[in-house]
């Protein structure tokens, strides 16, 4: 006996309603301070993030990016004396030149917490 294999839940066509970053004309790129090479853009900006202070005392200005193709992360996910609760974080460095940038952050949303004296951006030189 032959029995006909009804599948009806083929998978459909693949989502097309990916967002295409086609308009990265409008970011502007920010570069590490110390090489100049590009971390992130300001269209990854997700958060203007806020002023913290670590354990040791020393304040960053930390601005929350979605992305950051142009750091990577070093060591162990760590949740102590996270900033954002419930979140671990990580190292993020410069991929080019190894310059502390700021953290990763992993917990309900990853991102990029990174300082902001240790971006450039052009346009803010003008
Ligand atoms: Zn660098």
């Known amino acids: 006996m032959i029995q006909a294999f009804h599948k009806t839940d083929r998978p459909s066509a693949p989502p097309k309603s990916a967002p295409s ?3 990265t004309t409008l970011g502007q790129p920010l570069r590490c301070a110390a090489c100049l090479a590009e ?3 300001d269209q990854a900006c ?3 993030g806020g002023r913290f202070t670590n354990p040791a005392g020393v304040t960053y200005d930390v601005v929350c990016f979605s ?3 142009g750091c990577y992360i070093q060591g162990d996910p760590i ?3 996270s900033w954002f609760p419930g979140h671990a974080w990580c190292f993020a460095l410069c ?3 190894h310059q502390h940038l ?10 990029f917490g990174l300082i902001r004296d ?3 951006s052009p346009a803010a030189d003008r």
């Open 21 to 23: 970053p086609t308009d």
């Open 39 to 41: 971390v992130t853009s």
């Open 46 to 48: 997700v958060d203007g």
């Open 67 to 69: 992305s950051a193709p």
């Open 79 to 81: 949740v102590d004396f």
């Open 95 to 97: 991929g080019a030149c």
């Open 102 to 111: 700021g953290w990763y952050y992993q917990g309900p949303s990853k991102f």
């Open 118 to 120: 240790r971006l450039v």
